[in-house]
């Protein structure tokens, strides 16, 4: 039996579908690329835009057609909003939480799916059954099972259940680049932001085992590891005196970097400004596995904005933040999140906007054109920007970045750069790579050995988002 997964969204949603996978794998299934092969299909959903929930419907008329021919068992979960979770329940065979992953096992045999696993467990009328033609005994039942958790209410509580799932080992999608989740939900209430009313309030994973998940994944070799947290900052706050701080946590991971000898870079995201302290940004500058990279959300350059959006934090208050890290990582590059359009943003307002992308020099900026989501606060008021304006914000705004992104990366022409090789590059001949910054780079190697190592390259060319170098020959 073969399953497909489609993950939409943030990193979160992709480190989430490595323990779905797990799971899936666990219980017999085999993934394929293609869905057209797959019994089981499901998609990792992303509510933050509209465009993501428009895919998901898409999806899911296309896949229904196809039980028209043939057996087919379909899924959504990951952040779902109630209003669109309610529609769901219509389309999809299941629809569940992440913290009842340990649950679909028994919930796909309850359809009548006979599996590996559940042989071996001695579920089902399995005596008649040869496991070696496993595929041509399935059927299904016409009872679905729906999991719909707390639609009661809009905001949701912590996950019940969240810490069952952190403990699933997850079936990583790489050797070279994994993610490890902190916490889970969020507690800031940005008035656009659908996260608290998909993922619930925050929890905060015990320290042990990250740091754990950690050490295992560089004993294994793995040179990339990113921590995921809706707002990583806050990591602990829910467990005061029970839980150490997010700065603490990261001293225990460069700790064991120090000690390690292995050689490996730790990324985090995404902070939020209210909760970024100095002491964060000291234990960056202090510990060398913690790459210089920080990913700092702004999403507005106007206060009036930016209170209107609820992020409780002043452009005078972020300006701080970025002089620190300016300050104590002065070789850190810095990205960001920008919102284009929110109601009522005026065109002075969007011209403070661009005054921040000139004055930080963001070396990327993740730019989204504002959407109401249900549920969110904002979702109440007129979206009273009209799409063609958006868009030509979303535009300028992607110029004005392009322009800092070009600078910076020319300087690093004639530089020696210490990169992680990816995989092959799209140009033909090339490997591509990323360095320490996160600036994409490639160079011209058909040497497939080199993938998953670091290796240094000469800097000989440079665009807006990406470099290109030469290979250094390592005598030794």
Known sequence: MKYHIVQLGCQMNISDGERVRKVLEDTGFTLTDKPEEASLIGVIACSVRQKGIDKVYNMISTWNKWKNSRNLLTFVSGCVLPADKEKFLKLFDMVFTMSQLPEVPDMIRQYGIVTPHGISQGNGNDSNINTGNIQDTTEFKLNPVKINP?????????????????????????????YIPIQN??????????VPYTRGREVSRPSEEILNELRLLVEKGVKSI????????????????????????????????????K?????????????????????VAKYKCLANQIHLPVQSGDDKVLVRMNRNHSISVYRDIVNSIRRLV????????????FTGETPEEFENTIGIMGEFKYNMAYIAQYSPRPGATSSRWADDIPKEVKKERYHRLTSEMTKYTQLYNNKLIGTTQKVLVRGTDRKEGYLSAITEGRIVARFKSNDNGLIGDFINILITSAAPLSIEGELIKNEN
């Open 150 to 178: 707390d639609k009661n209410s809009l905001v949701q509580k912590p996950e019940i259940g969240i810490e069952d799932f952190w403990q699933i080992e997850p079936k990583y999608g790489s050797n070279i680049e994994a």
């Open 185 to 194: 939900g969020c507690d800031k209430f940005c008035t656009y932001c659908a």
């Open 226 to 261: 990113t921590i995921l947290g809706q707002n990583v900052n806050s990591y602990g706050l829910d467990k005061k005196g029970n839980e150490i701080s997010f700065a603490k946590l990261l001293e225990k991971i460069g700790e064991y970097g120090n000690v390690s000898g």
């Open 263 to 283: 050689d490996f870079w730790v990324y985090f995201t995404s902070p939020h400004p209210r909760d970024m302290s100095v002491e964060v940004i000291e234990m």
């Open 330 to 341: 002065p070789d850190a590059t810095i990205f960001t999140d920008i919102i284009v359009g």
